[in-house]
């Protein structure tokens, strides 16, 4: 079970262009700056419950646009793929193949930090 | 330089869900089904300018979601680093080495295939 900070965290970063501004601001207030809602309040000129119910419509937005492009699912298929490719080229044998082992870990990691 | 209808059924494949109803139906019956503007027309029982209106407007709504999430520049960059793997996989020597390279085709051709 992830931790809902890095889901949210992850959801902003792929989706986070496709709400509104001040949805996308109280997101990244929250889970990506740690901000409090009376913090956030405060800083927007807004009630507490106010940045409550943004909040909230914040995170259905991205759980449908999750649901909808599944590009967090996606990339955690390729990833997998990615991590079993490191694994599998650790266990290649022979001085020779070391240069190629090398590149191919190189291209696997392109794979899973880009997500 | 990637042909039209290829982008615009591989967009629509990956954002068609974000499209209303009868954007999305143009869309696919235009660029997968090859429909011609005036079969749509008839078959929505609307005009052929009403057709290509929509479909203007759809294809805008697919090239405006790629701008923001960038799915398909995503992808495109696992599957050269994929295309690499697999190049290089094929240049590993020994023959006790032959099992594990082709486990790692098997993965290199799952970030490929589940684009």
Do not use: H, P, W
Request: net charge negative.
């Amino acid at each position: 079970m992830l931790e809902k900070k890095f889901i949210f965290s992850v959801l902003y970063d792929y989706y986070g262009d496709l709400l509104k501004e001040n949805q996308a601001n109280i997101i990244d207030l929250y889970y990506n700056q740690d901000c409090s809602l009376s913090e956030i309040a405060e800083d927007m000129n807004i009630s507490r419950q106010g940045v409550y119910d943004a909040l909230k419509r914040a995170e259905k937005s991205l759980i449908d646009y999750e649901e909808k492009i599944k590009l967090y699912e996606k990339y955690e298929k390729y990833s997998e793929a990615a991590e079993n490719i490191i694994k599998l080229v650790s266990s290649i044998e022979g001085e020779s193949n070391k240069t190629i082992a090398e590149k191919i870990k190189v291209e696997a990691a392109k794979i899973i930090n880009e997500g």
